[in-house]
């Protein structure tokens, strides 16, 4: 990864490994503070099987009363449409609000703010490519004051989660104590020798109560709803409430838990187990809530229960067993591909083409690196951090090779500069055969010279090749030989063109080696006078475009054929004609390959992992197969011209 190209992956966080969930049957701990139903409970041999809701570290999560699970809630304010500025001063007012309604604000205010520091930041480096500044004018001169505000306000909201979690937890030590306080109460109307119907209303207002108290700490909250309910088991069997009341309540539950059996059997079809597990929990809190059934049938519903909950255990068991096992893959892999990266020796590239070779490696290995899953959490950080060091060293060496190569350019602005003044000095000459070779000989030079800084090649090129042309076009206008064949080529021009037109196109394979038979007849039928020569290779053009779409010739060829009958039209004003032509094209190509690696570096930085990263992907393969289609074509008109020189 180029350090002026790599913003993203250098900035985010590593990979995260999927989290582990489980869910259990064993009873689960009162975290709301519920009562059970008001009917005769249970005996204390039906245990109530729940579902904990499923956490990266196997614990039950226990969510304040009355508060709506995260991912029902959404933010009133569209942060992504505000700048750093207005994200603070949002953060500001949400910091002042209550903890559990401003948590999921102050979470998306610190992940906007942070995306567009980021996309700031990727910015100014983008602007400095382009500019060939150095990266040094990344560093900022002072402090960002808009981040050390937002650090300021999320610490100062973190000190007051700390404080309401604090709160909380004396809130449930409080709710502990009333609740012993009422079980006191209730099992001594139990014990009471007087009748216990008399208490069915007092019972029932300690029921209330006991609703009306919130959640305790968990590890009490188990053993203290087996007492609760225990006490109220007792307390309705010592009321012996109307049998048929009873019966016809036990059968509703039965009803009700048979279909929860039912969907939690439907769940070992889900593909997802990860879904199946959280569907599972609820189906637990809803088995929780319903009532007792009949004595004979509390085992064997319960058992049923128990038996379709183990086997989702087991199936989430299997799979997160088969994740570890292909986070260790990923993790041999990445291993392997960071060592790849080492072997690679920047101190023993020293041209530009073997650091070209070994960018197209590092790419590459980047792009089979973005292909790796998650590896264990426990080492993604370490396999990270090594993988991005081995990059940024190979392209902290490939800068700074670049900076040497930048000194040796400057100095042949200097070599380029004495050509320009030599040029100048002949271009008045009426010498014209030994300026011409002068001139010649300087060409010569001037490409043996190497490459300039592009803020000075056009500069420098269009002044040399002023002074050569100037000279040139003297001698043309002071030469006044082949007059009488140029008009002899006229006529033999025309007469092909009217053959072009009148091609019979029946036979494709034998028109076309027709075709190609006339234009190379016309490219050699020699020079034509100036005056006409538009006219005439309009007309020739005109011709041969006709029967190209007749023979569905594609367009890089018929390019490549009209660069051919204009290289003939080059080569009648010398070899300095041809040498700038063959010039331009080579920094039209090196411009092309230029664009073609920075569209495959930045490839390297996007993951095809989302839709959209997808689409830009393959929008950037596209570019760079025309940019590719393009140099192809320049290599074949290079050649062309050099077989000329």
Same mark, same amino acid.
């Not at 040497?404 to 320009?420: F, G, I, P, S, Y």
């Not at 010498?431 to 001037?446: G, M």
């Not at 019979?504 to 190609?516: F, I, S």
């Given at each position: 990864?180029?350090?002026?190209?790599?913003?993203?992956?250098?900035?985010?966080?590593?990979?995260?490994?999927?989290?582990?969930?489980?869910?259990?049957?064993?009873?689960?701990?009162?975290?709301?503070?519920?009562?059970?139903?008001?009917?005769?409970?249970?005996?204390?041999?039906?245990?109530?099987?729940?579902?904990?809701?499923?956490?990266?570290?196997?614990?039950?999560?226990?969510?304040?009363?009355?508060?709506?699970?995260?991912?029902?809630?959404?933010?009133?304010?569209?942060?992504?449409?505000?700048?750093?500025?207005?994200?603070?001063?949002?953060?500001?007012?949400?910091?002042?609000?209550?903890?559990?309604?401003?948590?999921?604000?102050?979470?998306?205010?610190?992940?906007?703010?942070?995306?567009?520091?980021?996309?700031?930041?990727?910015?100014?480096?983008?602007?400095?490519?382009?500019?060939?500044?150095?990266?040094?004018?990344?560093?900022?001169?002072?402090?960002?004051?808009?981040?050390?505000?937002?650090?300021?306000?999320?610490?100062?909201?973190?000190?007051?989660?700390?404080?309401?979690?604090?709160?909380?937890?004396?809130?449930?030590?409080?709710?502990?104590?009333?609740?012993?306080?009422?079980?006191?109460?209730?099992?001594?109307?139990?014990?009471?020798?007087?009748?216990?119907?008399?208490?069915?209303?007092?019972?029932?207002?300690?029921?209330?109560?006991?609703?009306?108290?919130?959640?305790?700490?968990?590890?009490?909250?188990?053993?203290?709803?087996?007492?609760?309910?225990?006490?109220?088991?007792?307390?309705?069997?010592?009321?012996?409430?109307?049998?048929?009341?009873?019966?016809?309540?036990?059968?509703?539950?039965?009803?009700?838990?048979?279909?929860?059996?039912?969907?939690?059997?439907?769940?070992?079809?889900?593909?997802?187990?990860?879904?199946?597990?959280?569907?599972?929990?609820?189906?637990? *809190? %809803? $088995? +929780?809530?319903? #009532?007792?059934?009949? !004595?004979?049938?509390?085992?064997?519903?319960?058992? @049923?229960?128990? /038996? &379709?909950?183990?086997?989702?255990?087991?199936?989430?068991?299997?799979?997160?067993?088969?994740?570890?096992?292909?986070?260790?893959?990923?993790?041999?892999?990445?291993?392997?591909?960071?060592?790849?990266?080492?072997?690679?020796?920047?101190?023993?590239?020293?041209?530009?083409?073997?650091?070209?070779?070994?960018?197209?490696?590092?790419?590459?290995?980047? *792009? %089979? $690196? +973005?292909?790796? #899953?998650?590896?264990? !959490?426990?080492?993604?950080?370490?396999?990270?951090? @090594?993988?991005? /060091? &081995?990059?940024?060293?190979?392209?902290?060496?490939?800068?700074?090779?670049?900076?040497?190569?930048?000194?040796?350019?400057?100095?042949?602005?200097?070599?380029?500069?004495?050509?320009?003044?030599?040029?100048?000095?002949?271009?008045?000459?009426?010498?014209?055969?030994?300026?011409?070779?002068?001139?010649?000989?300087?060409?010569?030079?001037?490409?043996?010279?190497?490459?300039?800084?592009?803020?000075?090649?056009?500069?420098?090129?269009?002044?040399?090749?002023?002074?050569?042309?100037?000279?040139?076009?003297?001698?043309?206008?002071?030469?006044?030989?082949?007059?009488?064949?140029?008009?002899?080529?006229?006529?033999?021009?025309?007469?092909?063109?009217?053959?072009?037109?009148?091609?019979?196109?029946?036979?494709?394979?034998?028109?076309?080696?027709?075709?190609?038979?006339?234009?190379?007849?016309?490219?050699?039928?020699?020079?034509?006078?100036?005056?006409?020569?538009?006219?005439?290779?309009?007309?020739?053009?005109?011709?041969?475009?006709?029967?190209?779409?007749?023979?569905?010739?594609?367009?890089?060829?018929?390019?490549?054929?009209?660069?051919?009958?204009?290289?003939?039209?080059?080569?009648?004003?010398?070899?300095?004609?041809?040498?700038?032509?063959?010039?331009?094209?080579?920094?039209?190509?090196?411009?092309?390959?230029?664009?073609?690696?920075?569209?495959?570096?930045?490839?390297?930085?996007?993951?095809?992992?989302?839709?959209?990263?997808?689409?830009?992907?393959?929008?950037?393969?596209?570019?760079?197969?025309?940019?590719?289609?393009?140099?192809?074509?320049?290599?074949?008109?290079?050649?062309?011209?050099?077989?000329?020189?």
């Amino acid at each position: 990864m180029d350090p002026l190209e790599l913003s993203k992956e250098m900035t985010s966080a590593p990979e995260e490994t999927v989290k582990e969930t489980q869910v259990t049957s064993q009873p689960q701990p009162e975290a709301t503070g519920d009562a059970p139903r008001e009917t005769p409970a249970d005996t204390p041999s039906e245990a109530q099987p729940a579902a904990p809701a499923p956490q990266p570290d196997g614990q039950v999560e226990v969510l304040p009363d009355n508060e709506p699970a995260a991912a029902e809630k959404k933010p009133a304010t569209d942060y992504a449409s505000l700048d750093r500025a207005a994200l603070v001063e949002a953060l500001r007012e949400a910091v002042n609000r209550e903890v559990q309604e401003a948590k999921e604000d102050v979470e998306l205010i610190k992940q906007y703010f942070y995306k567009k520091l980021n996309q700031e930041l990727e910015e100014k480096r983008k602007a400095l490519a382009e500019e060939d500044a150095d990266e040094a004018a990344l560093t900022p001169e002072k402090k960002d004051e808009l981040e050390a505000t937002l650090k300021s306000l999320l610490s100062d909201f973190r000190a007051k989660k700390a404080a309401y979690a604090a709160r909380l937890e004396q809130e449930r030590e409080n709710n502990l104590l009333q609740k012993q306080h009422l079980l006191e109460q209730m099992n001594a109307l139990t014990e009471s020798t007087d009748d216990a119907t008399g208490h069915i209303s007092e019972f029932k207002d300690m029921q209330q109560q006991w609703k009306a108290i919130g959640p305790v700490p968990a590890p009490m909250a188990n053993d203290l709803w087996k007492q609760y309910n225990a006490v109220q088991e007792k307390f309705w069997d010592l009321v012996k409430i109307n049998n048929e009341l009873r019966e016809y309540d036990f059968k509703k539950n039965l009803e009700t838990k048979v279909k929860l059996c039912e969907a939690a059997e439907k769940l070992l079809e889900e593909a997802d187990i990860v879904a199946a597990a959280r569907r599972l929990q609820k189906l637990h *809190e %809803e $088995w +929780r809530e319903v #009532g007792p059934v009949a !004595r004979e049938m509390r085992e064997e519903i319960w058992s @049923r229960f128990k /038996k &379709a909950t183990a086997e989702i255990n087991k199936k989430q068991q299997s799979y997160f067993d088969a994740l570890h096992q292909n986070e260790e893959e990923n993790l041999a892999k990445k291993e392997a591909l960071c060592e790849k990266l080492e072997a690679i020796r920047p101190d023993e590239l020293k041209t530009y083409a073997a650091w070209d070779t070994a960018s197209q490696t590092v790419k590459g290995l980047q *792009e %089979e $690196w +973005r292909a790796i #899953g998650f590896g264990p !959490r426990k080492s993604n950080q370490q396999v990270f951090e @090594r993988y991005r /060091k &081995a990059c940024d060293e190979f392209f902290a060496k490939k800068m700074a090779f670049y900076k040497t190569q930048k000194a040796e350019t400057q100095a042949n602005v200097d070599k380029k500069r004495a050509l320009c003044e030599q040029a100048e000095a002949l271009k008045d000459s009426t010498d014209w055969k030994a300026t011409t070779d002068k001139l010649i000989a300087l060409q010569s030079e001037w490409k043996q010279v190497g490459p300039v800084p592009r803020r000075h090649s056009e500069e420098l090129w269009k002044r040399f090749s002023t002074a050569c042309d100037y000279f040139f076009e003297q001698k043309h206008k002071n030469t006044s030989i082949q007059r009488s064949e140029e008009q002899e080529n006229l006529k033999k021009k025309k007469e092909i063109i009217a053959q072009i037109d009148a091609l019979d196109t029946t036979d494709a394979p034998k028109a076309h080696a027709a075709l190609k038979q006339l234009i190379e007849d016309f490219r050699n039928a020699g020079h034509v006078p100036f005056k006409d020569k538009d006219k005439v290779y309009k007309a020739y053009r005109a011709a041969i475009d006709k029967q190209f779409d007749a023979l569905n010739i594609d367009a890089s060829n018929r390019r490549l054929e009209t660069f051919r009958s204009n290289l003939e039209d080059m080569t009648i004003q010398g070899e300095q004609k041809l040498h700038r032509e063959r010039d331009k094209m080579v920094r039209a190509y090196e411009h092309l390959k230029a664009e073609i690696a920075t569209y495959e570096n930045n490839m390297g930085f996007l993951s095809a992992s989302s839709k959209k990263g997808n689409s830009i992907l393959k929008e950037m393969e596209r570019k760079i197969e025309g940019l590719k289609e393009e140099c192809r074509l320049l290599e074949q008109k290079i050649n062309l011209i050099e077989d000329k020189l």
